[in-house]
């Protein structure tokens, strides 16, 4: 089993970065499959960023393509996911997930494990 903590979230401005952490406990990070998933008000959670085991393939949602990258530190046990340039629609709470497989997982389904989220508000 792991455990997520998510970090980082916050207000920020249009056009505005951020940087979210998800940190994990457990044996090893190695063999799971990450996402940074998000829920806004009134919608249905969505992916927006996933990554497999060794971080040499990638996953970005149509709305958050060339502004948002994922990236894993195995090491560190540590996944993130750099947000540039947002906006006023990234408002939502922010979660990581986590699946044993060495493939991508991008829906929300597919995933087992979850953080408790973190909120990104970027008013408008």
């Known amino acids: 089993q792991v455990q997520l903590v998510e970090s980082g979230g916050g207000l920020v401005q249009t056009g505005g970065s951020l940087r979210l952490s998800c940190a994990a406990s457990?044996?090893?990070?190695?063999?799971?499959?990450m996402g940074w998933l998000r829920q806004a008000p009134g919608k249905e959670r969505e992916c927006v960023a996933a990554?497999?085991?060794?971080?040499?393939?990638?996953y970005y949602a149509d709305a958050v393509k060339g502004r948002f990258t994922i990236s894993r530190d195995n090491a560190k046990k540590t996944v993130y996911l750099q947000m540039n340039s947002l906006k006023p629609e990234d408002t939502a709470v922010y979660y990581c997930?986590?699946?044993?497989?060495?493939?991508?997982?991008?829906?929300?389904?597919?995933?087992?494990?979850w953080g408790q989220g973190t909120q990104v508000t970027v008013p408008s």
């Open positions: 457990g044996r090893t990070l190695s063999t799971y499959a």
């Open positions: 997930a986590a699946e044993r497989t060495y493939g991508m997982v991008l829906t929300s389904g597919g995933y087992d494990y």
């Open positions: 990554i497999n085991w060794s971080g040499t393939s990638t």
